[in-house]
């Protein structure tokens, strides 16, 4: 017996000239023919007795399904079309050979743009949720970040132009050109920086929808493994000859675990949460990123070095960072200086200096007053003000009982970390070009070092002592230094955001380590086939079940036979 070739290229063979049309049914029936590749076969046997067989299994229908289909139809008339030739082309049905290119072209290409837009996301959410690809973005936003703490950043250009020059670049290649043009000096707002944030910020998004949920929807479904074979496959199996599935379930739930029966099998698990966890540490990153670039963006700032005594408007003093920043109406707040003064280690060291201020509104009254330090900022409307240095900007003295007077103090370069300050008291005609006086020297504002007027050394007093000093008969009494406390200025919108997103890893990150166990169980005749898995803490998970099947009671005959009644039941 040969199978008949139905190729659409065979050349049509003269046995069968004509095609034959067989119209169904003839004859009332009450069985329905059933036509599928397995139950329907078309052979060619030898044309010598019959031209062709046909064999065709139908399945018997009864009666009420005969009626059934006698409502939908009275009759339905089929054509079964048997010819050895091929069916005939496209251009034959659709009416001419002009349409019939024409419009399968059409079709081919609409299908084409169509299936390629709805490929097209799923072909983006698989490149985004690679692997390698995260963590090259990981990689390449710490290199930047790396990069932002070596480069000074927010100097001026000359900064950059003497620091990075073209004549002697760094590493043979990097000069001011690639600072000033990759947005270098203001790396944290830079656009190549943000993108890698959104790009990395988009991978974690895209691996959560393709990987963890659905990982989630699955664990969460109520999974019954009907086989003990099914069972025997898992990480861990055993079998407990003379045992109770409810008896087992019982001692799962008195260990955690959420068990669920179905007939003679059993479904439990634990640990659910650790399932949930990898999406909520892609949400903390995400919430991390946010906060970040929203600091980068948003944010005023600004510094200030303000003498006590005086007043500066906040307003004035802050910048936009990014060109997210608005400012808000807390940028019209003054703030007055009280009071600044430092303590000292037994050394003489500065152990800490203090600014005292006051926040005064738009009508000059006090909202707020604290003394801010080191560490010890003061945070009103959005805006946090920083201690973070100190100068002397006077000395407050009396000229043989005359004064006071106050003298500007300069700062003097000198090497190394320590702070030299000075100034000049003339002595004489002070409109003389050749105006002589005497010179004084602070380190700090505990104790000032006094010269005559030929440089030679007169003596140390301190302010608080008031005490006078002659020199080159003049009485001189240093009443007062007076201090200049440095303050910085931020508003930064991130900073509760950010402090979400960490403390949401911290809790996240801790509750991935909890281990999802899985057990099943299925209760042949006496016996009780259990397996499971899980996915961490493999070593310890077999241990565990053991412990728990130690458990499970063992059954006597005479409640066999009622366990196994109520099984079946």
């Not at 139908?58 to 009666?63: A, D, E, F």
């Not at 079309?81 to 050979?97: D, K, Q, R």
């Not at 990982?215 to 496959?233: G, T």
């Not at 997210?324 to 303590?343: C, G, I, Q």
């Amino acid at each position: 017996m040969e199978a008949l070739n139905l190729n659409p290229t065979t050349t049509p063979k003269s046995c069968l000239p004509k095609t034959y049309f067989l119209k169904a049914p003839l004859l009332p029936c009450t069985f329905k023919p059933t036509v599928s590749p397995h139950n329907c076969q078309i052979h060619r046997r030898s044309f010598k007795k019959t031209p062709f067989s046909l064999t065709t299994a139908c399945k018997l229908k009864t009666p009420q399904d005969n009626k059934k289909n006698n409502t939908k139809s009275n009759k339905i008339a089929k054509q079964i079309i048997l010819s050895e030739g091929g069916p005939p082309p496209l251009a034959e049905e659709s009416g001419g050979a002009g349409g019939s290119e024409e419009s399968p072209a059409k079709l081919g290409s609409g299908s084409g743009v169509m299936g390629l837009v709805k490929r097209l996301p799923r072909r983006v959410l698989s490149v985004l949720s690679y692997l390698p690809l995260a963590i090259g973005e990981m990689f390449a936003i710490a290199g930047l970040m790396a990069l932002g703490t070596f480069i000074d950043q927010g100097e001026a250009p000359d900064f950059y132009f003497d620091k990075y020059p073209e004549s002697n670049p760094v590493l043979g290649i990097f000069t001011w050109r690639w600072v000033l043009t990759l947005g270098f000096d203001h790396m944290f707002t830079s656009p190549i920086f943000l993108a890698l944030l959104a790009l990395l910020g988009a991978s974690l998004m895209a691996c959560t929808y393709t990987t963890q949920i659905p990982l989630v929807k699955v664990a969460r479904r109520w999974n019954f493994l009907q086989s003990s074979e099914a069972i025997n496959k898992q990480e861990f199996s055993e079998s407990l000859p003379r045992a109770s599935i409810q008896d087992l379930g019982v001692v799962l739930m008195g260990a955690g675990y959420e068990v669920f029966l179905k007939g003679p099998s059993l479904y439990a698990f634990r640990g659910l949460a650790g399932r949930f966890a990898p999406i909520g540490v892609h949400l903390a990153m995400l919430l991390i990123m946010v906060g970040g670039t929203l600091s980068a963006t948003g944010s005023f700032k600004g510094t200030v070095t303000v003498p006590q005594g005086l007043n500066f408007v906040i307003g004035d003093v802050m910048g936009p960072i990014g060109f997210l920043s608005k400012p808000t109406e807390a940028f019209n707040t003054e703030v007055h200086v009280n009071r600044f003064y430092m303590t000292y280690y037994d050394s003489g060291e500065v152990s800490q200096f203090y600014t005292d201020l006051s926040l005064l509104d738009l009508e000059g009254k006090e909202v707020l007053r604290k003394t801010i330090s080191v560490n010890n900022p003061l945070r009103y409307g959005g805006i946090t003000i920083y201690q973070t240095d100190w100068s002397i900007s006077a000395l407050q003295v009396l000229k043989n009982n005359e004064g006071p007077f106050n003298l500007a103090v300069a700062p003097l370069k000198i090497n190394g970390d320590k702070k030299l300050y000075g100034t000049f008291l003339p002595v004489g005609d002070v409109n003389s070009p050749d105006v002589k006086g005497i010179s004084m020297l602070a380190r700090d504002l505990q104790s000032i070092v006094l010269y005559d007027q030929e440089g030679k050394f007169a003596g140390i007093r301190r302010p608080s002592s008031k005490l006078p000093i002659e020199i080159d008969g003049t009485k001189v009494v240093i009443v007062d230094a007076i201090g200049s406390s440095g303050l910085d200025l931020k508003t930064d919108p991130g900073v509760p955001v950010v402090y979400a997103g960490f403390g949401a890893l911290m809790l996240t990150t801790c509750i991935s380590f909890l281990s999802h166990s899985q057990i099943w169980a299925i209760q042949d005749g006496t016996a009780v086939i259990v397996g499971g898995k899980t996915n961490r803490a493999k070593g310890e998970f077999p241990e565990e079940m053991n412990r728990l099947l130690d458990r499970v009671p063992e059954l006597v005959n005479s409640s066999l036979s009622r366990q196994s009644d109520s099984i079946v039941g």
